[in-house]
């Protein structure tokens, strides 16, 4: 990749300590901005870089800063999604790795711009480990200046606390997060209010994901100009994309949006390894609906994907190669739903685990015609019935699975 | 039986309850402070939990049987993470857990060797999917997994 695209993972010695982002230009937009730009043209800036949430929903980002009442007094919160929890998904992990001041630079500038003084970092209960790298970051920034009570001697302080989670997917919902940051059960609120107007402890919040706080410095260092050269003009800059599966080099590519899912999964990942062909990809996460091989031609962008009725999700291209029998994808995705489900709705609390049920009958030779219609009613039950996506995110890629490889499937019952 | 942490324990726990607005919002640090120092979450410790919070002792039932981390049971000195979801299975998950459990020698339902040596619970995706079949072993990654070097995973565990 050029030198003029945005670089969320860089591979310089020690990248994730502080002297090494500073020789990387690191700091420097926050300085910007909290020294010399006005939060509102800071906002007004990343709404015209068009960056969309890099969490699964696409929302654009200063949008949703925008959202934020000014004027009143109390406490704001900045949450950063580190939950990380879709699974195929790898990406967030990695900037806590190799980049930990970026995600903090790009805190900096969201809190300034939003007026907000204290962030929450929700970090998974499995990336533990991984966070140290997070909290020698902050250590060091504090040291520095960069963060603290008094912000590049402006007067502006940020206080950023880590929260860890327990081993529960459904935290990473934005309000399920903030639950669980209050010290309850991971369970989803009803919306509206939205976050922004009542979010943690009843204080306007903003949640952003981890990649989509790393974009911001760049933005507003180099400018909206030059973030929306890259990518889509409805959907600009790069994704990092996770790969996984049957491919020779899974692992994590960045890349301009919209880029043809052939292209990442031959051409950077690989492709297949000898012998093997691909019969299915799962293009944004377990929860996006699954492609055929005959459609790997269609772009990796928010659009492009909703077009082939799937979604970008989380960029976590899971590669499913032609030894996989189908009913196994089908069997790992149900008990993921079954297990996951937080229960507060019917329709998601026993229509998952009676798919699943239906799924291990099927698998343990006892399948009965009619199971894939009923799998697929059960699923149609979920739709569209549920308080949080979740509902949506297990019944679509279940239904997507069940039609587009009925022929197998249908061979499995019967067996 | 009553239930006290270390005072080490105890000081990082007021550090976690200060850095909350609301003092129940720091239950979650809190079970993990117990459970990182105790291995698990004794029913005592969860009524000093609700206790030094000002909960009533059934919200802290109620979070602790949510997340799937928190133990209500002692665990094993060591405990294994295997990740059994879709990046993982493509890989073989199942036969390293097969192999694991093998070679652990658990029986069906067990969780923890005989001997108190090592839990294994298989989890939902690791977020390490480009080391597939993974694993965490006390929280730290390794991967990707063999059923041959499961064994040599098992036998160091057992060195442990
Ligand atoms: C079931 C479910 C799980 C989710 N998991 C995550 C997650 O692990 N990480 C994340 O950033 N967003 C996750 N999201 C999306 C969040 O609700 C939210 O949209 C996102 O954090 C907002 O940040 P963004 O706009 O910067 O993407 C999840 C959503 C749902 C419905
Ligand atoms: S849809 Fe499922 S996960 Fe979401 S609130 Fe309802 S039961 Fe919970
Ligand atoms: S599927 Fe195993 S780490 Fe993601």
């Not at chain 1, 973030?227 to 996770?242: H, M």
């Not at chain 1, 928010?302 to 089908?330: H, Q, Y």
């Not at chain 2, 990182?36 to 009533?56: F, H, I, Q």
């Amino acid at each position: 990749m050029s030198q003029d695209t945005v670089r969320l993972i860089p591979s310089d010695e020690g990248s994730w300590r502080l002297d090494a982002y500073l020789r990387r230009g690191g700091y420097e937009a926050a300085r910007k901005a909290v020294t010399s730009m006005a939060p509102a043209g800071i906002i007004a800036e990343v709404r015209k870089a068009g960056l969309r949430g890099r969490g699964g929903a696409g929302f654009p980002a200063g949008l949703k800063w925008s959202f934020v009442p000014q004027g009143v007094s109390g406490p704001k919160y900045l949450c950063v999604n580190a939950d990380e929890g879709e699974p195929g998904t790898f990406k967030d992990r990695a900037i806590l790795v190799r980049d930990p001041h970026r995600l903090l630079e790009g805190m900096v500038i969201a809190a300034f711009a939003v007026g907000i003084h204290t962030a929450i970092v929700y970090v998974r209960g499995e990336y533990e480990r991984i966070a140290g790298r997070l909290r020698e970051a902050m250590a060091e920034a504090e040291g520095a200046g960069f963060l603290g009570p008094d912000i590049f001697g402006s007067g502006f302080g940020l206080e950023v606390v880590i929260h860890f989670g327990a081993g529960a997917y459904i935290c990473g919902e934005e309000t399920a997060l903030l639950e669980s940051v209050e010290g309850r059960r991971g369970t989803p609120r009803l919306k509206p209010p939205f976050p922004a107007v009542a979010g943690l402890f009843r204080a306007p919040t903003v949640i952003n994901n981890v990649e989509t706080l790393a974009n911001v410095p760049s933005i507003i260092g180099r400018g909206a100009d030059w973030f929306t050269a890259q990518g889509l003009p409805k959907d600009c800059g790069t994704r990092l994309f996770s790969v996984s599966g049957a491919v020779r080099r899974p692992g994590l590519y960045e890349l301009p949006t919209g880029i043809p899912l052939r292209t990442l999964i031959e051409d950077h990942a690989g492709g297949p390894p000898e012998g093997v062909s691909v019969k299915a990809v799962i293009p944004g996460g377990l929860s996006a609906p699954v492609l055929r091989a005959d459609e790997l031609e269609a772009h990796l962008d928010f659009e492009s994907m909703a077009l082939v009725c799937s979604m970008a999700g989380s960029a976590g291209v899971i590669v499913i190669g032609d030894r996989t029998p189908m009913l196994e994808v089908l069997g790992v995705m149900s008990r993921f739903y079954a297990h996951e489900s937080c229960g507060q709705c019917t329709p998601c609390r026993i229509g998952t685990s009676w798919i699943h049920r239906t799924v291990t009958r099927i698998a343990a030779g006892q399948g009965r015609r009619g199971d894939l219609d009923l799998i697929l009613s059960l699923a149609d039950g979920i739709k569209g019935r549920t308080l949080c996506p979740m509902g949506d995110a297990a019944a679509l890629p279940i239904q997507a699975l069940v039609t587009k490889f009925r022929d197998e499937l249908e061979q499995a019952v019967e067996r | 039986m009553s239930y006290a942490p270390s005072a080490a324990v105890l000081e990082r726990i007021d550090r976690a309850v200060a850095a909350y607005p609301e003092r129940s919002a720091a239950l979650l640090p809190v079970l993990r402070l117990i459970q990182e120092e105790s291995g698990w979450v004794p029913p005592a410790a969860e009524v000093w939990a609700a206790d030094k919070l000002g909960l009533n002792p059934v919200r802290v039932r109620e979070v602790l049987s949510f997340y799937t981390m928190f133990r209500r049971r002692p665990a094993g000195r060591t405990v294994v993470q295997v990740c059994r979801n879709l990046s993982c299975t493509l890989a073989g998950a199942e036969e390293v857990i097969a192999a694991l459990r093998r070679e652990l020698g658990l029986g069906d339902g067990a969780d923890t060797t005989a001997d108190g040596a090592v839990t294994l619970v298989a989890v939902e995706c690791l977020g390490n999917c480009d080391h597939a079949p993974c694993l965490q072993i006390d929280g730290v990654d390794r991967g990707p997994v063999t059923r041959d070097s499961a064994a040599a995973i098992v036998r160091e565990l057992r060195g442990r």
